[in-house]
């Protein structure tokens, strides 16, 4: 028979439990989320902490390439990540990306099937899907009265000193190779070099780079024109129809932001109450109102309202197939430095 302690003994062993359960504790009570700017509703972010008590530290990046370098260089601690798809990729084959607990994500039957066991993770293991959208075209109809149904007419001449672009390298050369009739994934030196003078011509007309808010500019009346995220285009056609959403009738790119915890996560119980939390019909419904991407979580669409669902540019009308990205390796590098020269050249 195991003698039991004495008050006095007891009472010590509590207190130094509590002292080694105290870190865990304390870890779990905040989240270090790497973001992109502009896409969490405060009151999203303030709901979640007033619920649990966890604090959300919110860091931002502007590019997935720039998020890519930072988790592969090491020595920032994230608990909760957000890359586009084929970043996901790359960070799961970098093994960088911890496997979600999904007895602690119920929500994820929420999400619509055809965003699920995509490419980027085929076995649905690492990432959740937050909000999807494709890049195309905004003009300003009252401003632009000759039809633009492409990318070539974005581009043209005639519209020099009138286009705002997002600041994004692979989403212009990918613009360049449909123009050319190339696959948004076929990306190689030979096709670059035929990009680059197509490029070089556009780039002279672009009057701003803006990946962050290129809304802005749109409604500032500083462009008439843009090549931009369709979320940011679904805010303007709300603001005033005026600023029409167009699919290029080359091609379209449709990406998928996804939710994910890195290796290394300190705080993996509070990254995975909220991811659970953005699940829930009402809270994902609540980031469509302030940013009108597609949702693709089927629960929280069945709560949007008839005007949100019809806009064309968070839900574009008919069957259309979009292409997604795919990871490019070390050919990547080849965009990055194909746009920073003509830029510098300019």
């Given amino acids: 028979m195991i003698p039991l302690p004495g008050s006095r003994a007891l009472a010590v062993l509590v207190t130094a439990l509590a002292l080694l359960l105290a870190p865990l504790r304390a870890a779990n009570k905040e989240i270090n989320l790497f973001a992109w700017s502009e896409y969490f509703p405060q009151s999203v972010l303030g709901g979640f902490t ?11 990046f502007a590019s ?20 586009p798809d084929y970043i996901a990729e790359a960070l799961i084959r970098n093994r960088l990306l911890l496997p979600l607990d999904r007895a602690k994500l119920p929500g994820v039957s929420n999400l619509l099937p055809e965003y699920l066991n ?36 974005l581009f043209a001449p005639r519209h020099a000193g009138r ?11 990918t613009a360049a190779l449909y123009v050319l009739g190339y696959p948004l994934n076929e990306i190689n030196a030979k096709n670059l070099a035929e990009a680059r003078p197509l490029l070089a011509q556009w780039m002279k007309r672009i009057k701003l780079y803006d990946s962050d808010s290129p809304k802005t500019a749109l409604l500032n009346g500083d462009v008439d024109l843009g090549y931009v995220w369709g979320g940011e285009a679904a805010r303007l056609w709300s603001e005033n129809p005026k600023f029409a959403y167009v699919i290029p009738k080359e091609g379209a790119h449709q990406f998928i932001d996804v939710m994910a915890i890195p290796e290394g996560a300190k705080n993996v119980d509070a990254a995975h109450r ?16 302030e ?14 309202s008839a005007e949100q669902l019809a806009n064309p540019a968070s839900y574009p009308p008919g069957n259309r197939k ?25």
């Fill in 50 to 60: 007033r619920e649990t008590g966890i604090r959300i530290n919110y860091e931002t």
């Fill in 163 to 173: 286009i705002v672009v997002v600041d994004d390298a692979r989403e212009l050369v």
């Fill in 291 to 304: 940013f009108p991407y597609t949702n693709p979580n089927g629960a929280a669409r069945r709560l949007l």
């Fill in 118 to 153: 995509l490419p980027h993770d085929p076995e649905q293991r690492y990432t959740v899907p937050y909000m999807v959208s494709t890049v195309g075209i905004v003009v300003n109809t009252e401003r632009i009265k000759e039809p633009v149904t492409g990318l070539a007419d």
């Fill in 274 to 289: 909220f991811i659970d939390y953005l699940l829930r019909p009402e809270v994902s419904k609540a980031i469509s109102d």
């Fill in 322 to 346: 979009f292409d997604t990205f795919r990871h490019l390796g070390e050919t990547g590098a080849l965009i990055d430095e194909l746009i920073t020269d003509l830029k510098n050249s300019r």
């Fill in 64 to 83: 997935g390439e720039e998020m890519l370098a930072k988790l592969l260089a090491g020595g920032t601690a994230y608990d909760l990540v957000q890359p």
